[in-house]
Each structure stands twice: as C-alpha cells, then as structure tokens.
C-alpha cells in the first residue's frame, strides 16, 4: 500500500511539471507572436520561482504596454538575480522603464551601467532648461485619457489621426485594444479635438491605418498600414507596417497603392514631406539602419517614382528607436528617439539643417518631454501652435502646444574628441568658465560626445573638457556680437599615454608612470638622494598634469615575514608619499599602499634568485584618475 501511495505521488507530481511545461511553452509562443497582454498573465503564474527566461519575457510584456511599474519590477528582480548574464537590452529597456516612473536616480545607474559611462538626468534637464529655444505649453486635446489617439497631422481646417475608437474593430493581441484606423476632426480655439468621425472608408481596413500625411493641394496623402499578413522573417514571425500612397478624386480617396521601398521583411512608417513635397522622410528597420529603427528618405521624382532610401547617417540616427519625422517650414527636422540622451521613453528632438545638412539634434527640454513616450510633433505652418502624443497618462493621447521663444541665445557648442585616434569620448566633462573662473556651466556629453552651452555676447570665456587618464584641454574664446550666434569649438583631449613616454598602459588594463625604481636600505624606509631624483621627475609630472590621481605602490621581495614585510612596504610607500607632499602636490591627489610580498613580478616563491628578488622589490605609480 505504502508502494502504491509513493508511485501516486510521483505521478501527480510528474503530471503538474508537464502541465507547467506546457503553460510555460504556450506563454512562450504567445510571447513570440507579441500577444503580450495573454502571454503576461501566464507569466505572472510562474513569476515567483525567478526564472530568468520568465523574468526578462515578463518585463518586455509590460515594457511594450508602456506599464513601467510592472515592468520595473521584473527587471529588477532579473537584474539582481542574473546581473552577470543579462544582456545589454534588459538594462536599456529597465532605466527607461525607472525614468518613466521619475526614479532618476536608480534609472541613470542602470544606464551608467549600459553606456559605460555616468548619466546624470538632473543636471541634464538642468541643462536644457538653459538652451533649448522654445518652452511649450501643453494641453491635452480630449477629455478622456483611454481613446489611445497618437500621429495627428494638418488637414486644411482639420486635422487628422490614429485612434483606438473603433470599438467594432477585432482585438489586437499585442495589447488587446482595437485596431488602429483614422479619424478626422476640428480643433477649437483652446485646443479641444471636435466633430470627430471615422476618415474615408477607402483607407481604413481591418488592420491598423495611422500617421497619414498631406500634400498643400489636400490630393495627395501618405499614410501607414500594418500587412494583413504575418511573414517569417528569421526566427520572428510578424507582420511589417508599409507605407501607402492615396488619391483624392471627386471627394473620394482612391488609387490606393503600396510604395515600391516597402516590404514584408521589414517595417516602413511615418511618412512626413519636405516643404517642397520633393522628399518623403520616414521610419524603417529596413537593411541599412544602424541598428533598430532608423530615419530615411526618399525623393519624389518628377515622374511620381521614387528614388532609392537614403539613410539620414549617425548624426541624426542610432542604435535605438529613431522615429516619427517632421519637417517645418524652414527645413528643421523635428523626430522622437530613445537612443539619444534624454528623459526617458522616447523624446522629440529638434535638428536645424544648415547648407543642407542636418545639425546635431537638441532634446526639447521637460516642458514638452517626460520619463514616458512623447512623439509625433507637428507645427502649425507660420504659428508656434502645434500638436504631439504622449504617453506619459498611461495611454496614448493627443497634446496641443503652445511654444513661446527664448530670449536671443549665443551659443557655443562642438563635441570631444581623442587628439590621436580622433574617436568620439563619451562621458566627458565639458565646463565652462567666465574669465573669472566663475562655473557658468558643465555638463557630462553623451553618446554623441557633444555639448552645447548659452553664452552672452561680447564676452570671453574658458572652456575646459576633463576625463579620466586624459590631459585636461583648456580653450579661450570670445562671442564677437558680429551677427554669428553659434560658435563651434571641437576639443581634442590627448591621453597620458599619448602624450608622455614614460606613461604605458599595460596588459592589466592599468596606466603606469614607469620611472626608475626606488631602492631603500635594508629595514629602512627613508628617501635616499637616487630616489629623491626619481621622485622629483613624478613630482614634474603631476604639476603639469594637475587633475592627475595616482597610487604610490610598494612591494618587497619574500625574505622575512608576510606581517612584517607588509609593514614595511607600507612604511616605504608612505615615506614617497611623504615626498611628495613636501614638495608642492596635494596629499589629496595621491594613495599610498603598501603590498608586502603578495603581488610578485616573478613568482619564485622561497626559491628566488638576488637578481629575481631585486625585480620584485619594486616601487610603482599607477594612475588612478
């Protein structure tokens, strides 16, 4: 009997592992055909045993519904169980998750920890609140927070948009909400969306329309539509967004056709026209892109063909999201990205163009932009009135602006450099000072290693870029108030090991000074006249390099005791320490430690020869910062 109840048991307890194997494995493929909300709610079941595979599918379910809570909080627990293993994307996408929540402070570790590099959110938006050239008033544009209305364009006297509303529509797996289809509406004079109703039945299908876009003449429209089939493409099966081309003949939109650069390999979307209706911009992940989606254009030929994508290049684009362009009256791009330095989500970005060639872009500032995803910007044409989507309610919802002008800025501005390699040095710290030396600003530059700052006119001033094992660079100008009001100034910094000889960094990663050794007296620690000599060429060193941080490391051989050896290297290191100090250098700028015997050049042991005892009885210099 006992047998019997044993074998019982064993097989309830095999029947509940298959039954979680297969929850867990229809979890999986719901996951995989992005049915995200379905997929969740299995998750949710297995969530407490910290599976990694769980943890990191769970974070991305809620990360893609814009629940940042919930997804924080799977990417924590993924994070902290499985730090080592976890790719770099979960890091991505679990500082955003933190800076749509307002937790700035963790959510700029953990994208220190990505980039490589210190991110600072606070001084950054302290920053942009002195340069960006508008601040904005907002409004929301419905009374309701859940219509999940996004990708507004200007339709003559209406205005045009995508929209979850139609309640008819089938259920969309990804997030369990309508499918998208356009609307048409008015807008009042305090910015409140009206007479809203469905746009033409020759352009909304069973499948999502959005993010349409209309030549001046109003009979000519671009737009977005999902494939109405999925394609494998890979190991990821989904459907791709193209970008469609309509006509407006006798008040109905007809010759309805799919743009030849589109395809069912990849996703091609938001359609914006140049001011001459003579380029097509827009979003793709097509091949090509550096990375996820990109910003190309097209040129619109004269015969109404197209010319092949063209890919706007690493000044405007990314490894990230890079999407939704704009293009105002004066060619100013305006776009949403997540890849470069930010809030938090997607931000709008403005990039003015100058002989034809886009500058490097400006984040909007907090007046417009949040911890979530705030897209979609459109302007007036002649008026500082405008439109964009955000998020930042939990849903997508329509915002009209007001932007008003910041007074007349000078502003300088270029990007840093390594003097030999002439590589890009994120991380930097770029400062500037008035001829005082009074702090008029600093920032820490970003991916793109560039920074901009306000300046007066007629004025000198300093500017200095600091970074670790890098001689600081100093420059001098002045804004001339001669019409010019952006003057560019490119800092090229050159390492320690660039620029000094006797300064190596070795296979152990470390950056040495390498002088002559220091020998002491047997059992003393005393400065002797050689090694005063070695120490006065260190001393020249850090004057001329007054940021410059080191550790003065002693070590001995392995004759006498471990503690007593210890001791003594301690004594020896202190003593040039000791030196130094009375010869100008700050105690500040520099660490003594003593090794002993425990980090040998050669590892002898009790076995050493003089000559092998002499290369381990050494003094070092290794930078620190």
């Known amino acids: 009997m006992k047998n019997i109840k044993i074998l019982f048991f064993f097989l309830v307890c095999s029947q509940l592992l298959l039954a979680q194997k297969a929850t867990l494995k229809k979890a999986n493929e719901l996951f995989a055909n992005k049915a995200y909300i379905e997929a969740a709610k299995i998750y949710e079941k297995f969530k407490d045993k910290q599976e990694q595979n769980v943890l990191q599918n769970l974070g991305d379910c809620y990360y893609y519904n814009a629940e940042m809570k919930f997804a924080a909080d799977n990417y924590g627990n993924l994070v902290f169980k499985y730090k080592d293993s976890v790719k770099p994307d979960y890091l991505f996408r679990y500082a955003h998750a933190l800076k749509g929540l307002e937790d700035y402070e963790r959510g700029d570790k953990i994208m220190s920890d990505y980039l490589k590099y210190p991110v600072d959110t606070k001084k950054f938006k302290e920053h942009l609140n002195n340069i960006v050239p508008y601040n904005y008033k907002v409004n929301q544009m419905t009374r309701s927070t859940s219509t999940g209305d996004f990708g507004i364009s200007i339709f003559g006297e209406k205005v045009v948009f995508a929209s979850l509303r139609n309640a008819e529509s089938p259920l969309y797996k990804w997030n369990e909400k309508p499918y998208l289809d356009l609307y048409e509406a008015t807008v009042s004079k305090d910015g409140i969306l009206e007479n809203i109703k469905p746009f033409s039945e020759q352009i909304n299908t069973k499948t999502h329309e959005s993010n349409a876009v209309f030549t001046k003449d109003g009979k000519t429209m671009y737009f977005s539509r999902t494939n109405d089939k999925q394609v494998q493409v890979g190991d990821e099966k989904f459907a791709s967004v193209k970008l469609f081309k309509a006509e407006l003949v006798e008040n109905e939109w007809t ?371």
Request: hydrophobic residues 35%; glycine residues 6%.
């Open 255 to 625: 010759n309805v056709l799919e743009l030849p650069f589109s395809s069912d390999q990849f996703s091609t979307q938001h359609p914006a026209l140049s001011v001459d209706e003579k380029k097509l911009y827009f979003s793709s992940d097509r091949d090509g892109s550096l990375g996820s989606f990109d910003i190309f254009y097209v040129e619109i030929l004269e015969d109404g063909t197209f010319s092949e994508p063209q890919n706007l290049g690493d000044n405007i684009n990314t490894i990230h999201r890079e999407q939704f362009p704009f293009i105002d009256e004066e060619g100013t791009l305006y776009f949403a990205s997540d890849g470069l330095q930010g809030l938090g989500g997607l931000d709008i970005f403005m990039a003015k163009v100058y002989d034809n060639v886009f500058a490097k872009p400006i984040n909007l500032g907090e007046t417009i932009n949040t911890g979530m995803d705030d897209f979609a910007y459109v302007l007036k044409p002649g008026e500082n009135l405008g439109y964009f989507a955000s998020n930042r309610k939990g849903t997508d919802n329509l915002y009209s602006f007001i932007r008003e002008e910041n007074e007349r800025r000078f502003i300088v501005e270029g990007d840093v450099r390594d003097k030999v390699t002439k590589e890009l040095l994120p991380g930097t710290t770029v400062t500037l000072f008035d001829m005082d030396d009074k702090l008029i600003g600093q920032l820490v530059v970003g991916e793109d290693a560039d920074y901009v700052f306000n300046t007066e006119p007629n004025t000198k001033y300093k500017i200095v870029a600091d970074r670790d094992f890098y001689a600081s660079k100093e420059q001098i100008f002045e804004t001339t108030d001669d019409g010019r009001v952006r003057f560019t100034i490119e800092l090229e910094i050159e390492s320690y090991d660039d620029a000094e000889e006797i300064i190596v960094t070795k296979d152990d990663g470390l950056v040495y000074i390498q002088l002559e050794n220091i020998y002491f007296d047997l059992n003393k620690w005393d400065i002797k006249e050689e090694a005063a000599r070695t120490l006065d060429v260190l001393v020249a060193i850090m004057k001329k390099y007054p940021r410059m941080v080191i550790e003065l490391g002693a070590h001995t051989d392995s004759r006498a005791s471990d503690a007593y050896n210890l001791r003594l290297s301690q004594d020896r290191a202190g003593a040039a320490l000791e030196y130094l100090v009375s010869n100008g250098i700050d105690r500040n700028r520099m660490r003594s430690k003593g090794y002993g015997e425990r980090v040998p050049l050669i590892n002898c042991s009790d076995n050493c020869s003089e000559v092998e005892h002499s290369i381990n009885r050494r003094c070092e210099f290794i930078i620190l910062k």
